[in-house]
């Protein structure tokens, strides 16, 4: 019940495309759900978070869609870039107390030019 | 400023060797967090400190793995006896206060492996 989902595994997506990863989870007391990014050799940084009171949360060419009923996320990352190659990590916990961060396996995207 | 920094960036001993990693976290943080991430795999959590006290230990695999931070800033990690299956990247995280919904800043971890 703690384990967070996420599809695809890899992605290819053509510079200025959408790309689309997908997220799941079980424990409905998670209210607090970050993407990470994360380069080759370096740690993962906070991409963008939504809290399940909004069903959409958007910065830049980044869109979070939160759907409570179905315990499912999304990020969309419009007109993709190569600079977004990288590994993207969904994530949940629980913002009311400390929790423990359960991240998702990770998607590995490549935007080609 | 400074980020977290973790030493070493890499670290390789033969099984049954004991192993320390250093992690330095951003000044006035007070949670600091521990992970291992094994190749094609999200962050595991291992350990969370608030201060110097652990107040989460319940993801570290086996009594080899142990974690301290005596002053409540830099934190140490330490497996005894390392086994092949130690190898991966330890990431440290630190952030301003104990919340889920604080960003944590992470390391760029210390890739080890056990030979």
């Known amino acids: 019940q703690q384990q967070v989902k996420q599809s695809p595994q890899s992605l290819i997506v053509q510079k200025g495309g959408i790309s689309i990863i997908n997220c799941a989870y079980e424990?409905?007391?998670?209210?607090?759900f970050p993407w990470y990014q994360q380069f080759p050799g370096k740690g993962p940084a906070l991409l963008i978070a939504?809290?399940?009171?909004?069903s959409e949360k958007k910065e830049g060419r980044f869109t979070i869609s939160f759907n409570k009923s179905a315990k499912q996320f999304s990020l969309h990352i419009m007109d993709s870039q190569p600079g977004d190659s990288a590994t993207y990590f969904c994530?949940?916990?629980?913002?009311?107390?400390?929790?423990?961060?359960?991240f998702g396996p990770g998607t590995s995207l490549s935007v080609i030019p | 400023g400074a980020g977290v920094s973790q030493t070493p960036s890499n670290k390789v001993t033969e099984k049954g060797k004991y192993v320390e990693l250093r992690c330095d976290p951003i000044?006035?943080?007070?949670?600091l967090y521990w992970y291992r991430q094994s190749l094609g795999q999200g962050p595991e959590f291992l350990i969370y400190f608030q201060g110097t006290g652990a107040a989460d230990d319940s993801g570290l695999p086996n009594d080899r793995f142990f974690a301290v931070r005596p002053e409540g800033s830099v934190s140490t990690l330490k497996i005894q006896r390392t086994e092949r299956g130690d190898s991966a990247v330890y990431l440290c995280?630190?952030?301003?206060?104990?919340?889920?919904?604080?960003?944590?800043?992470f390391g760029p971890g210390t890739r080890l492996t056990v030979l």
């Open positions: 000044s006035g943080h007070t949670a």
């Open positions: 994530a949940a916990s629980r913002q009311t107390s400390y929790d423990k961060v359960i």
């Open positions: 424990n409905t007391a998670f209210d607090y």
């Open positions: 995280a630190s952030s301003p206060l104990a919340m889920a919904g604080n960003e944590q800043f």
């Open positions: 939504i809290r399940p009171d909004v």
